[in-house]
């Protein structure tokens, strides 16, 4: 790796040029500059693997249900899914919950100021920690997320893996050296939005960069190889039935295991299948992984495909007629619910799941059900 930043004095340079573009050119987020560190705690953990566009009307709408750390704490794990719900990643709110309720409980309702408190904390990693402590309240801790680590590998023209443990390492290290001591959480910032509006992974926009007579990859040509990102492992593919069980008007609902995937969400039964049974659905498939009695026939409804971080899933819905409420037989539910169609938006039914009550098959199949029972 070249050097390019040699000594404090170009990194106050370096600080100073990106303060300035970034007092010119900042997004106006509603969590900027608001001197309540409870926002700032709220929208990093609604940014955890999201964008801020799609951030942005859930950190609205938890602010106005939980104004502040004390009502968060206070509120209920499913009235929390239920709003979190389409957001994804659904084991950020359960921590966020914890974590409130630890930061009321234990430390008085103020979020501990010390690193290793702060990391003591569910859901809370160095980034979030960083993130924290320093916007709000500026304390010297570099802030590392994935425009950062493009940022600053562009910078100082490092060409190794950022997947690799050493390299983010060494990126971090980098972009500690950078932080200015009296504006650590602005130039936090900063960074993170140079690498969102200028610093972008394709096109970017290098002419607009504050910092472009000090980086590296723009001075060699390099900005279209750095960062070096290897393959992400591979998606595990699953495959599902899904049992949408009809009863007097009403659906049989259950809620998933507080651990593992989509924990304490809630669904309409699956059984676990592999790729050929999915795509030769026969007539009138049986819900062979319950132990189920009075079934009428069942139609099916074509595949769906949702795409969660680690897993491949396609799932065929089967629309099941039943001539008498039944109690389902599993290990795996925690709960199970008779819900009308309407009624599923009162908890928090995962986004996969939603995705069958907008088909127009579900809708046709539905108002058979309802002409049926008048």
Not at 123 to 150: E, W
Not at 168 to 184: E, M, Y
Not at 260 to 284: H, I, R, Y
Request: net charge positive; aromatic share 10%.
């Amino acid at each position: 790796m070249k050097k390019i930043i040699q000594n404090s004095t170009e990194s106050a340079a370096v600080s100073r040029a990106l303060l300035l573009w970034f007092k010119a050119n900042r997004r106006v987020l509603p969590w900027r500059n608001t001197g309540n560190w409870y926002h700032v705690f709220l929208s990093e953990f609604l940014l955890q693997q999201t964008q801020v566009a799609q951030a942005l009307p859930y950190f609205t709408k938890l602010v106005h249900l939980f104004p502040d750390i004390v009502s968060l704490a206070a509120a209920s794990e499913d009235d929390l899914l239920q709003n979190w719900s389409g957001l994804g990643y659904y084991s950020r709110a359960r921590n966020l919950l914890k974590a409130a309720r630890i930061i009321v409980n234990d430390f008085n309702g103020q979020f501990p100021q010390e690193f290793r408190q702060a990391l003591s904390l569910p859901g809370i990693g160095p980034y979030t920690a960083a993130a924290v402590l320093s916007i709000a309240f500026n304390k010297p801790y570099a802030v590392v997320d994935g425009n950062v680590m493009r940022v600053i590998s562009r910078l100082f023209g490092i060409s190794h893996d950022i997947r690799l443990s050493t390299t983010q390492k060494q990126i971090r290290q980098l972009a500690q050296s950078l932080l200015p001591p009296n504006a650590p959480g602005t130039f936090n910032e900063a960074l993170m939005e140079l690498g969102a509006l200028i610093c972008l992974p394709n096109a970017p926009q290098c002419a607009q960069c504050p910092l472009k007579t000090k980086c590296i990859a723009f001075k060699e040509n390099r900005i279209s190889q750095i960062p070096l990102k290897s393959s992400p492992r591979a998606k595990k593919h699953l495959y599902h039935f899904v049992y949408l069980m009809a009863w007097e008007g009403h659906i049989l609902t259950v809620q998933r295991p507080r651990k593992g995937l989509l924990a304490g969400m809630w669904e309409f039964p699956v059984c676990n299948v592999d790729a050929q049974q999915l795509t030769k659905v026969s007539p009138s498939p049986t819900p062979s992984c319950f132990d189920i009695e009075r079934v009428t026939p069942v139609s099916a409804l074509p595949i769906f495909k949702h795409l969660y971080s680690h897993i491949a899933l396609q799932f065929r819905p089967l629309l099941v007629t039943l001539s008498a409420p039944i109690t389902l037989k599993s290990d795996f539910y925690l709960r199970q619910k008779w819900l009308s169609p309407h009624e599923m938006f009162s908890v928090a039914l995962h986004n996969a799941h939603k995705k069958i009550l907008q088909h127009p098959k579900f809708k046709i199949w539905w108002q058979k059900q309802k002409s049926e029972r008048t």
